[in-house]
């Protein structure tokens, strides 16, 4: 709903309140203000103009040479494109030095040789959006009315020195979707009075009976119509003003009947509807349902076929109108139009609300009608456009109305305690207070004792209940006046666990070295569902499967996604590496439900690293992908927990894989698939690895600690073992940090040789051992010692010797 300030205050004083302190205040007591549109916002210098003469444009075929008057002593010259200019008009002129929307300023200019001192302005270049502008003036300038004052501010003449609120209105509170229904809520909210329009009765020499009848068929649908008889109307264009108004509330001006009819609609919330009397094809009004199959052709120029769905009006033979949605073409108001029937009825909303639907025709007036209008207005705004059409159209409004009234709606009344009221919002409100409160609503109360009982007006059909009491005091009172408390017991924030937390850090870890997630069905097949599974257990199977290929549950998630870099392969993506969290399900007997636990496995196949530059290539092996997994423990503060063991796993390639152990739990594998399994699945080679993730994000980690950097000089030995081959560079590795005490900080392999000049069933693994004491420089002594028993150790335990 498009609310006019300036119009607004013709029923309600809102001096000493601007439009956006306005807005805020209607916001807080519970109606959101979308925004506040300054109409004229950036325009200045548009004053009225009168053109004195035109001739055609020496140069140009399309332009015209203007003489205009702008109230500012000689006429200037003016170039204008505009197709409808003549002389004798007043229109609207930017001047020079004007601003118009976009920050467009006017300046003096030579269009083709010729001066112009300014701009003849269309409504589009004010800012007036194209659907909004009257037909006549929608591909041209506009032309004022000739009692418009030369150099007269030609903004204000519009009517777009005002703002405009733009109320958000939630379906229950129809009530504000009229201007009348505005001032109530501003009124309440001001604690100031409502001023109604008033209403000029007109004598008239004939009554509206002999004209009309009116006969209601549809009851239900229609409980109430009123028709009116306006003679003698000259149709013409409506009061700028009044063109302003509509405007402003996003309805576009036609002729001052439509205008007045759309005036009220806007104003009271009650719609109407203008036949015109002589092309309405008889002297009575039938309201009925349509016959399943009949046609009516709406104003929109298009013909509908209806079903006894639909309530129309009739002429008694065929339908005028589609009953709150859109007038019949055959009784338009045109601009020979002598007499006028006025509609003014009370509609139900699910009936129009049907018909809306049915044939996409939404309107204000439907939109009215199905959230439910005033019944006490239908009357009142018949009687004002009535009125409006006298001062306006020239009319002669007949005596009375002619109706068919079987409307039975009454007021709500409801009672609420005082105590109730205090206790759902919290307060000490005394009973004066939520008197005062329903008397700036106007509603009507009584009390007894504590027991306040409202009759609510049929302006307001949202209220039916106390709680909605309750909520109008809420709003009135303030609800930034409501007392806050904070809850008794202590609360906890919502925050991340541990184990959210750690899990981010892996999925975060797994991307950053290049892979990416994939999310795979957790069902498989019988044939997949077992393979390279952690824990061997029964498949679960589902009851109703959607395919064999979908029947059982997993109990790995490393056969999903090698199905993925087939996948991926088969589609010239040659080098893969994907990775996923998720679940696997253990069966627990066939009368409980599975253990369902949190994996992480990843597949990795291709180039890992490419450099056609330089000419690098690094196709993916069992280290790389042991390398991610040793950062991964490292980022988890497990690097020193994890072992990797040399094992033999089902489906994996025998000599490069290894299981992972935490603790010396046994927590997942490592390793390339096996070559038979590759070659099955049209694979190069791959490798995988699969882990608990519960195991590993739920292991306690000690607490962070840091080391002061170096500040003596360490010592460095190297070393080459000569051991069998079966013995691996793990097991060494153990043994020399065991031995090597506190001084020896880091251990790495550095050469592994197997050559021709080592003895049969012998290999030779080189270690880089370094020393260092963070408290003082080390001597040759103190790392022979250490050293030493390094090398007894690994002789003992390994049967190491060392290379000569």
């Not at 013995?727 to 550095?750: D, H, M, P, R, W």
Request: with cysteine.
């Amino acid at each position: 709903m498009f609310v006019s300030y300036k119009w607004l205050q013709e029923y309600v004083d809102l001096s000493g309140i601007t439009a956006e302190e306005l807005a805020e205040k209607i916001t807080k007591s519970g109606i959101e203000v979308e925004g506040v549109e300054t109409l004229n916002e950036g325009i200045k210098g548009v004053v009225v103009g009168h053109v004195l003469e035109r001739e055609q444009h020496p140069n140009a075929d399309k332009l015209s040479k203007c003489l205009v008057d702008i109230g500012e002593g000689d006429p200037v010259q003016i170039i204008c494109g505009a197709p409808n200019v003549e002389k004798g008009q007043k229109v609207a002129v930017a001047k020079v030095g004007a601003v118009l929307p976009g920050n467009f300023k006017i300046k003096r200019a030579k269009l083709r040789g010729e001066e112009s001192h300014g701009m003849i302005c269309s409504l589009q270049e004010l800012g007036i959006e194209s659907k909004l502008i009257a037909k006549e003036y929608a591909e041209g300038i506009f032309v004022f009315p000739n009692d418009a004052q030369v150099g007269e501010d030609a903004i204000a003449l519009l009517n777009r020195d005002d703002q405009v609120l733009e109320l958000g209105l939630t379906p229950n509170r129809s009530d504000c979707l009229s201007m009348i229904g505005v001032a109530y809520e501003v009124a309440a909210i001001l604690g100031r009075e409502v001023k109604l329009p008033s209403i000029e009765k007109h004598p008239a020499s004939e009554k509206a009976s002999n004209y009309i009848k009116v006969r209601v068929e549809a009851v239900d649908d229609n409980p109430l119509y009123v028709a009116k008889v306006i003679k003698n109307v000259k149709i013409a264009p409506s009061p700028l003003w009044m063109q302003g108004r509509l405007m402003a509330a996003g309805i576009r001006p036609h002729n001052n009947v439509v205008d007045i009819t759309n005036y009220v609609l806007l104003e009271y919330g009650q719609p109407l509807h203008a036949f015109d009397y002589d092309r309405f094809g008889s002297k009575e009004i039938v309201v009925r349902r349509a016959k399943d199959g009949e046609v009516i052709e709406t104003l929109d120029d298009v013909k509908r076929e209806l079903t006894s769905d639909h309530l129309v009006i009739t002429n008694g033979t065929v339908p005028v109108a589609l009953a709150g949605v859109m007038g019949g073409a055959n009784s338009e108001v045109q601009a020979d139009t002598t007499t006028v029937l006025l509609e003014s009825a009370y509609f139900k909303g699910a009936t129009v609300r049907k018909a809306s639907k049915d044939h996409g025709l939404r309107s204000e007036a439907s939109a009215r009608f199905e959230k439910g209008v005033d019944p006490n207005r239908v009357r009142a705004a018949a009687e004002r456009a009535a009125d409006l059409m006298a001062k306006y159209a020239g009319g002669e409004v007949l005596e009375g109305t002619v109706e068919a009234d079987h409307l039975q709606i009454e007021p709500a009344v409801i009672s609420v305690t005082l105590e109730k009221i205090k206790r759902v919002l919290g307060t000490d409100l005394t009973i004066k207070q939520v008197e005062d409160i329903f008397a700036r609503l106007q509603f009507e109360t009584t009390t007894d004792n504590e027991q306040i009982t409202v009759t609510v007006p049929t302006r307001r059909g949202d209220i039916t209940i106390e709680e909605d009491l309750i909520e109008e005091v809420a709003r009135l009172y303030g609800y930034d006046n409501l007392p806050k408390t904070l809850p008794i017991s202590s609360s906890t924030p919502g925050k991340l666990t541990d184990y959210q937390k750690k899990r981010r850090i892996v999925r975060r870890f797994l991307e950053g070295a290049g892979l990416y997630q994939a999310v795979t069905y957790s069902l498989t097949s019988e044939e997949k569902a077992g393979q390279y599974a952690l824990e061997k257990r029964e498949p679960i199977k589902l009851s109703m499967p959607m395919s064999e290929d979908r029947s059982r549950l997993r109990l790995s998630i490393v056969p999903q996604l090698l199905e993925v870099l087939k996948y991926n392969l088969a589609r010239q993506m040659d080098s893969v590496a994907v990775y996923e969290i998720g679940s696997v399900f253990l069966a627990n007997g066939s009368d409980e439900l599975p253990e369902e636990r949190e994996h992480v496995a990843a597949a990795v196949t291709g180039l890992w690293h490419v450099h056609s530059w330089q000419g690098e290539k690094k196709p993916v092996d069992f280290f790389v992908l042991k390398g991610i997994l040793e950062g991964l423990f490292a980022r988890l503060g497990l690097e020193n927990d994890i072992e990797f063991r040399k094992a033999i796993v089902d489906g994996m390639h025998p000599g490069r894989t290894a299981e992972v152990y935490l603790k010396g739990k046994r927590a997942g594998f490592i390793g390339q698939i096996h070559p038979n399994i590759q070659k099955e699945m049209d694979l190069k080679d791959t490798y995988v690895f699969e882990l608990s993730l519960k195991m590993i994000l739920e292991a306690e980690t000690a607490p962070l600690h840091y080391e002061p950097i170096p500040r003596f000089p360490s010592i460095t030995r190297d070393i080459a073992l000569v051991v069998e081959k079966e013995k691996t560079a793990g097991e060494l590795e153990k043994i020399i940090k065991e031995a090597g005490g506190n001084l020896l900080k880091e251990v790495q392999v550095f050469d592994l040789y197997e050559g021709e000049h080592m003895e049969p069933g012998k290999k030779s693994i080189a270690f880089s051992l370094k020393y260092y004491d963070p408290e003082r420089t080390l001597t040759d002594e103190d790392v022979s010692k250490a050293h030493e028993n390094v090398l007894q150790a690994v002789k003992e335990k390994a049967g190491a010797i060392l290379r000569g």
